[in-house]
């Protein structure tokens, strides 16, 4: 049986956009086994007292977070583009990767990212997502499907068991027997963890 991990992302990360770029063929090489788990950090850091990412209430730590994404974009050869509003909401793409079949979600995803950190765009625009599922040939059913109940309630399954994990950002990657790693500069140790256990 293949080693899994969860790879727990928000698309309003800024450190999920690397990370998620480069999660899969790191994955496979290793033969670990992605599973792609959107969540929603909003109600974790509202439970931390928080009413916005920490980068925008502690302006040193965002000027710190956008030149380091700058710097990591540039070693992995990665477009990088801030976007004008940060944190975007997140909610309506999340909703859409839910929606999709999981062997669909990972390319849905990097799309994702690449059209908010990559191009600048909007991602809680139907017509950005409407877009990335007709460039992928991806149904465009999924993105109907982001506003009915079963799906909205599986986004919010997903962010609870996000806080039963104790997951406080993003990306984060849980293991099988059960360890967090969290942040983009994890990946590799959450991979080789896996492979040795």
């Keep these: ?9 928000d698309f309003a990360s800024s450190y999920s ?3 998620a770029m480069r999660a899969d063929a790191l994955a496979a090489a290793a033969g670990v086994k992605l ?4 969540f929603l950090l909003g109600p974790i850091f ?5 009413r916005d990412s920490p980068f925008n ?3 040193r730590k965002g000027r710190y977070m956008w030149r380091d994404i700058e710097r990591i974009c540039a070693r992995e050869n990665l477009p990088f583009k801030r976007p004008d509003v940060f944190p975007q909401n997140s909610l309506l793409a999340a909703r859409c990767a839910l929606a999709l079949d999981a ?3 990972s390319a849905f995803a990097r799309a994702v ?8 765009e909007r991602i809680d625009d139907p017509a950005t997502l409407a877009g990335i599922l007709a460039e992928l040939s991806l149904p465009d059913s ?3 499907r982001a506003s009915s109940d079963p799906i909205k309630q599986a986004l919010r399954a997903e962010t609870d068991e996000a806080q039963r994990l104790e997951l406080f950002g993003a990306p984060s990657f849980v293991t099988q027997d059960g360890e967090l790693f969290w942040g983009n500069d994890r990946l590799e140790t959450a991979i080789a963890w896996t492979k040795a256990h």
């Excluded at 599973?35 to 959107?38: C, L, Q």
């Excluded at 990212?113 to 600048?120: N, S």
Aim: aromatic share 24%; no cysteine.
């Design 57 to 59: 209430l502690y302006p």
């Design 46 to 50: 509202v439970a931390q007292g928080w």
């Design 1 to 9: 049986m293949m080693p899994t991990i969860d790879f727990w992302f």
């Design 142 to 144: 999924a993105l109907v």
């Design 35 to 38: 599973n792609w788990r959107p």
């Design 103 to 105: 062997a669909d979600r």
């Design 17 to 19: 956009y690397p990370a």
């Design 113 to 120: 990212f690449a059209a908010e950190f990559a191009k600048g």
